[in-house]
């Protein structure tokens, strides 16, 4: 659910917004992210963590879908499930998601058209089902900095195949500033940029140098780092 209820309706006119699309998640899962070598893997995961907040932040549904969890994958990465409230993701033994009718049943009833799509791999998990879903009537929007692959020829060539098939690529923060829009949306503003300052590198420290010594804001405060306790070990 968005965090607020006096979220604007923006102009469509080929852009993203909250209320036209769906947010899709794939095969978050440390055995994919393992395999990942043309990103800095701890990005991935970051610019994941980043875009599933700001799903929250906006109200956009999001179809969260996993590959062989106990035989070979793993579970969903515990930072993005938390910035997602805890849902159960779609379980599959396809590669390709759109091959799953639980997963395309979830995606239907959402009643978007626009699919806003990250995962691992690119080849595979990200590329088959955006191919299947253009050719259904969907319009997929990568979002490229969320994707990983094997190698950078992998997953430049599964870039270029998804855009050949009518895929727009996008980042995880050029989709949250669609989302946002305009600066006077206030009902979202505060949590967007608690978004970038947490997740977005030089310009969320660029924001915070502004609150503080252009606007006079006090500084941001996080808690304080707790030493975990020491548990039991098997």
Not at 54 to 62: I, L, N, Q, S, T
Not at 94 to 113: E, H, L, Y
Not at 210 to 218: D, I, K, Q, W
Request: hydrophobic share 40%; proline share 5%.
């Amino acid at each position: 659910m968005p965090q607020t209820t006096d979220r604007p309706k923006h102009s469509e006119k080929g852009l993203l917004t909250p209320d036209n699309c769906v947010l899709t998640l794939i095969d978050l899962q440390p055995q994919m992210l393992f395999g990942v070598s043309n990103f800095d893997r701890q990005a991935v995961i970051n610019n994941n963590v980043a875009l599933a907040k700001a799903a929250r932040v906006f109200g956009v549904p999001v179809v969260l879908s996993t590959v062989e969890t106990k035989g070979f994958s793993g579970n969903t990465w515990p930072q993005v499930l938390a910035a997602l409230g805890h849902p159960t993701p779609i379980e599959r033994t396809s590669m390709n998601s759109w091959d799953d009718k639980t997963f395309v049943a979830a995606i239907q009833k959402s009643g978007r058209k626009k699919i806003v799509l990250a995962g691992l791999w690119t080849e595979t998990c990200v590329a088959l089902p955006t191919v299947q879903a253009i050719h259904d009537g969907y319009e997929v929007y990568v979002v490229e900095d969320c994707c990983g692959d094997v190698s950078q020829l992998a997953h430049d060539n599964a870039m270029k195949r998804v855009v050949q098939a009518g895929a727009k690529p996008v980042t995880a923060l050029s989709t949250m500033l669609e989302w946002q829009r305009d600066w006077a949306h206030k009902g979202t503003y505060d949590a967007v940029m608690d978004i970038v300052k947490t997740h977005c590198g030089a310009y969320g420290m660029g924001v915070e140098y502004a609150y503080t010594m252009v606007h006079g804001a006090a500084a941001t405060k996080l808690p304080d780092y707790v030493v975990p306790a020491a548990g039991a070990h098997k």
